[in-house]
């Protein structure tokens, strides 16, 4: 008989490791899958909360708000400070702070700026040297505050791209006072089509981020600034 030789079939190597590695796979999918659900939702509530924000600074009334104990004006351009001696010279307000000052820019000088309002000036206007920002602005007004024993309603005039930050601050400082906006429009945000402006469209960014972080900071951050208030005074004193 011929001799017979049996076929053994190849043996096909198995990795041991091969359950463990797709395993990693699927699980790498749903993390990656995961990721990009949440880069997409927080990239859709950021558009969404930069419309709100957008409607809320152009939709903001020009008109005049009722009348207050005093008015705060936040520096950063001559209108704002040109609205707010308009407010006072109608009675809106019995005092007015300007702040946030450059040290440089002498009590004169802003008269000369706007010298049909010399008379109030010479009795009824604070000049704020400290604030750098809008929190030290926030800080200056609330000391005026306390020092002029104002304890229910103030309004406060700065542009209308800022006004969510600056009462967002303001508030923060101030809980139990009610505050009146009364916004001073750009020129760039006053057209309806302002958002084909890119810069009208980099300002309201820009500021819409700072109002994101100004935020943040006072839920995490510094949810109560009294008690650091009142340990700073009874350092001072």
């Not at 009675?91 to 946030?100: A, S």
């Not at 000391?143 to 229910?152: E, L």
């Amino acid at each position: 008989m011929p001799e017979q030789h049996s076929i053994t079939p190849p043996m096909t190597h198995i990795d041991p490791d091969l359950p463990r590695r797709k395993g990693h796979g699927l699980v790498g999918f749903g993390l990656r899958v995961l990721l990009r659900s949440l880069a997409g939702g927080a990239l859709a509530a950021c558009a969404i909360g930069f419309i709100w924000f957008a409607d809320n600074v152009t939709s903001q009334p020009l008109t005049h708000p009722p009348r207050a104990e005093a008015i705060v004006a936040l520096t950063g351009g001559p209108d704002r400070i040109a609205e707010a001696m308009s407010l006072l010279a109608s009675g809106h307000g019995e005092r007015l702070l300007i702040t946030g000052v450059n040290p440089g820019t002498t009590f004169p000088e802003i008269i000369e700026l706007n010298p049909k309002y010399r008379h109030l000036f010479e009795c009824c206007v604070d000049l704020g040297y400290e604030a750098i920002n809008t929190v030290g602005n926030a800080q200056e007004a609330e000391h005026w505050v306390r020092a002029h024993r104002i304890q229910q309603s103030l309004i406060v005039v700065t542009s209308a791209y800022h006004m969510p930050r600056a009462l967002a601050e303001m508030r923060h400082r101030l809980p139990g006072v009610a505050l009146h906006p009364v916004a001073v429009m750009p020129d760039r945000l006053r057209t309806s089509t302002w958002w084909q402006d890119i810069r009208a469209v980099q300002l309201m960014g820009r500021e819409y981020v700072k109002f994101l972080v100004a935020k943040a900071r006072m839920l995490l951050i510094d949810p109560d600034p009294a008690p650091q208030d009142a340990a700073l005074q009874a350092a001072r004193t």
